[in-house]
Antibody
């Protein structure tokens, strides 16, 4: 069974940092692009970042460029999102998703607040 | 960025009756390879999104055949032929033709 499990969320102060992880199983992780998508409380879905299969190509939504870094370790079947200079409006559930957005993980909540 | 507009915002439906959700883009979603990368997701209360339909009309494995997708160019529709209680949730369309991927604002399906 294809499965994605996120971790690393929590409460952080504005300006702080957090690293999210997404552990993949049930498929050949090294063959697929991966994405991060976020959802602020009570709001819709926003694509955040993607990385290609070998990790050499990345893209970001404008609002996180220069602050967030997506990466992957294919030997560990794990996707990462390093989030720096966090702001209040980064508060959201962060989901990882495979390829053409199937499947999604269960999400991890990031709360930025003083 | 491509703007995706869904309607209605809220859709109260009687059990067993049909439901239809509209999704419009402000640019054609036909890619240079001839495919149209329009996806529909279902998000049940308290759950993560689940892909239902990809490339306009292709149902994912395990998705009931009461769900169907149609459309072309800039106008797309998700139809539920007979709504069941388990269909309650928010439905999102997403385009993957143009970078970056963008989502519609969502349509909340609820039972009358």
């Amino acid at each position: 069974e294809v499965q994605l499990v996120e971790s690393g969320g929590g409460l952080v102060q504005p300006g702080g940092s957090l690293r999210l992880s997404c552990e993949a199983s049930g498929f050949t992780f090294s063959s697929d692009w991966m994405h991060w998508v976020r959802q602020a409380p009570g709001k819709g879905l926003v694509w955040v970042s993607r990385i290609n299969s070998d990790g050499r190509s990345t893209s970001y939504v404008d609002s996180v460029k220069g602050r967030f870094t997506i990466s992957r370790d294919n030997a560990k079947n794990t996707l990462y999102l390093q989030m720096n200079s966090l702001r209040d409006d980064d508060t959201a559930v962060y989901y990882c998703a495979r390829g053409w957005f199937d499947p999604w993980g269960q999400g991890t909540l990031v709360t930025v607040s003083s | 960025d491509v703007v995706m507009t869904q309607s209605p915002l809220s859709l109260p439906v009687t059990l067993g009756q049909p439901a239809s959700i509209s999704c419009r883009s402000n640019q054609s979603l036909i890619y240079s390879d001839g495919n149209t990368y329009l996806i529909w997701f279902q998000q049940r209360p308290g759950q993560s999104p689940r892909r239902l339909i990809y490339k306009v009309s292709n149902r994912d494995s395990g998705v009931p055949d009461r769900f169907s997708g149609s459309g072309s160019g800039t106008e797309f529709t998700l139809k539920i032929s007979r709504v069941e209680a388990e269909d309650v949730g928010v439905y999102y369309c997403m385009q993957g033709t143009h970078w970056p991927p963008t989502f519609g604002g969502g349509t909340k399906v609820e039972i009358k």
